[in-house]
């Protein structure tokens, strides 16, 4: 029996030191490895008395460190294609910690963080166990055992020189990367603050800026999970595409024009609010840390250079439900948060509302006929939001009302937790998700668009991995959307594709560059 556990213990650790940190890679082949710290493990074990109790205990935290480093690098990957950062994400506690407050409440939140706890001391516990049936193992003959481990180094060095890639430093190289990661983090942020607060366009005269946009209304529409995987994807493009040509067809028929290219966002997967930010800043803004460093700036964001224009600025997030402090940086006359929309439909569950009442919302509120001066609007649209169940119906919009006709789509259709059970029903919702938000916004611009409408239309990142697949891709689709052939003529030399599908070299930008383009297309001089 006591053969058996400390067996056990050494197939636990073996598997803790290869232990793949990405849910794709974990495969049979991930654990067909030779860790060389297996090896070196082994050595320091056989270490006695006090000093080798002290080296037990700390090895026992700085595996327990790396299991839950790799868990987190798991999440990160599958949420955002990307490993766990020390420096960029320690707002998810507080952000899990309002979420589980929101969800469960105060007391079963703090329940929560005690079960955490308790779960990674038993690690620890278990860590320092399995250790302890290791070292006496190797203690019992420690003469054979230090042979068998040294002639081990030995064949690892000589596999290693060979090329054998089994021969591996997995925890070693899990290690190194988020160390280099923290450090390049830190440095980056370093190099961040010295140029978030400088702004090319801040002495610009105001009657200068969008001069060639005055007396129009300019509507920055930033559709969910808008990536470019829905092009790229056959099961995707296999509906998305002929979707944007005939979209096409239609707004060129009420002689509307399009021009359309890509953008790579900042972010993938969530974090929505870091897009909107690099778009209005014109910083790269790709981490909490930066944004939370952006808000705080003197960097003018677009919408307030649009204030300063002239412009009546206003925004709609339909997803906040909550307070927004961050919104005063960014320079709104207006913000209209969920409850300020006057929404008396029922919610698709985590959506507050279709985006077809969003839109609604903003022409009853901000574009009525009456004299007023012009709107500039950023608009977030999160119908193609997981979960992408129920999902909406466009109506005829003066049936909108107050949403209360909404009601009856939003009870049906499958449950989340039915969707979600099969991989190919959420690709197919999400495909059909964004297939609404583009009906939508194409039937926007067909009854409400007139020579005073330009509407930037862009992806905020690309979906969740497990919908687009491994795709390292961080690009978007963009698309300007205008009855004015003054505006295309503005942009003629950014070489965007014609109509509403972008050609597969149309060009790629970083959605940092965007906002001082546009400024420059559309100021004088």
Sequence with gaps: MKIGLKMLSVLFILSVLVLPNRISEMTPS???????????LGLILLVRGSMGLI????????????IILKF????????????????????????GMNFLSGTLGQMSAYLVVLVLVGLILGIIFLVYAALGSIQALLIARPKGSSAGLLAGLVVWGGLAIGGWPGASTPFYNLLTLHVRST????ADLDTFNKVVDSDPYVNVPNDALFEKLKGKDVLVLFVESYGRTVLDKPDYAAHIRPLLAQSTTQLAAHNILVRSAYLTSPTYGGISWLAHGTLLSGLWINSQTRYDRLVMSKRQALNRLFQRAGWRTVTLQPAH?????????????????????????????????PDQYTLSALQVRERKAEPRPPVMAEIALISSHAPWTPLPQLIEWNQVGDGSIFSQQARIGDTPEVVWQ?????????????EYSLATIVS????YADDNLVMLVLGDHQPMPFVTGESESHEVLVHLIS???????????????????????????????????????????
């Design 55 to 66: 080296f037990r205990g700390l090895i026992s935290w700085l595996i327990t460190a790396v």
């Design 483 to 525: 009855r004015d052939p003054g505006v295309m003529a503005a942009v003629q030399s950014w070489n965007w594709t014609v109509g509403m599908l972008p050609a597969n070299d149309a060009p790629v930008w970083g959605m940092d560059t965007l906002r001082d383009r546009f400024i420059a297309a559309f100021s004088r001089e």
């Design 444 to 447: 926007y611009a067909l009854t």
């Design 183 to 186: 450090l390049s983090s830190m």
């Design 321 to 353: 439900t909550m307070a927004w402090p961050q919104g005063a940086y960014f320079g709104y006359d207006q913000i209209y948060a969920a409850s300020d929309l006057g929404y008396r439909g029922e919610t698709f569950n985590w959506i507050t509302m």
């Design 422 to 434: 099969n991989t190919e029903q959420i690709k197919a919702q999400y495909r059909k998700s964004i």
């Design 72 to 95: 987190a690098d798991m999440g990160t990957y599958q949420a955002f294609d990307r490993p766990f950062n020390p420096v960029l994400d320690t707002h998810f506690w507080a952000d």
């Design 30 to 40: 991930a654990f067909g490895y030779f860790p060389l710290e297996a090896l070196l």
